[in-house]
């Protein structure tokens, strides 16, 4: 199964951009890359997806490396609310009935006031 | 609203008891999951089920059981053959799909004493 491997924390200034690291060097052609995030005690929530392009909402960025085997998950502006563990996600399906779900480690992301 | 609901929130069982967790969806989503969380740990799947009557066994399924009767319901029992049931159960559902997201629902945290 592929597997994904993030930084186990970071830190960023309130107001400023927040780059967080994934890699995923077995990834195959047909996984998305999901990322979540999560507050203490709450279901994960969605973040972004993408395959192939980068990606955005209003939410964040998704900038996926061109061989696919890295992706950066960016908060442009970062905000107080935004301090959780942020997960990256690989999403295979390979036929019906067999798909599999892989989590990462997770980033804990403080913001410094 | 749409969404997953996952009750109760708390649950506290004598150990050597059966416990079963509620999962409800109303998104009209086809594929639901279970995962378990530990402490500071990345979520881990248990059991998913991509359609009725249907369900698979994720990493970690001994000790647990689950059944897909009705498309909107997915519960999950922890039964007294799980050696370390104590933990943060999280319920989730998604279209089929390879792009789709997934929704988590709120969580029950399990105690067994």
């Known amino acids: 199964d592929a597997k994904t491997t993030q930084p186990n924390s970071m830190e960023s200034n309130e107001e400023e951009p927040v780059h967080l690291p994934c890699n995923h060097s077995?990834?195959?052609?047909?996984?998305?890359i999901h990322w979540y995030r999560q507050l203490p005690s709450q279901g994960p929530e969605y973040v972004i997806h993408?395959?192939?392009s980068n990606v955005n909402n209003r939410m964040a960025s998704l900038a996926i490396a061109e061989d696919r085997k890295s992706s950066t998950l960016i908060l442009h502006r970062a905000t107080l609310r935004d301090a959780a563990v942020y997960y990256c996600?690989?999403?295979?399906?390979?036929?019906?009935?067999?798909?599999?779900?892989?989590f990462g480690t997770g980033t804990r992301l403080t913001i410094i006031p | 609203d749409g969404g997953i609901t996952q009750s109760p929130k708390y649950l506290f069982r004598k150990e050597g008891q059966n416990v079963t967790l509620s999962c409800e969806q109303n998104?009209?989503?086809?594929?639901m999951y279970w995962y378990r969380q530990d402490p500071g740990q990345g979520l881990r799947l248990i059991y998913y089920?991509?359609?009725?009557?249907?369900?698979q066994k994720g990493d970690i399924a001994e000790g647990y059981s689950v059944s897909r009767e009705k498309k909107e319901s997915f519960p999950l029992t922890v039964t007294s053959a799980q050696k370390n049931p104590t933990a943060f159960y999280l319920c989730?559902?998604?279209?089929?799909?390879?792009?789709?997201?997934?929704?988590f629902g709120p969580g029950t945290r399990l105690t067994v004493l």
């Open positions: 077995t990834i195959s052609g047909t996984d998305y």
């Open positions: 989730a559902s998604s279209g089929r799909q390879q792009g789709d997201t997934q929704y």
């Open positions: 089920s991509q359609i009725v009557n249907d369900f």
């Open positions: 996600i690989l999403r295979s399906s390979s036929n019906f009935g067999n798909e599999k779900l892989t």
């Open positions: 998104l009209n989503h086809d594929a």
């Open positions: 993408g395959l192939t």
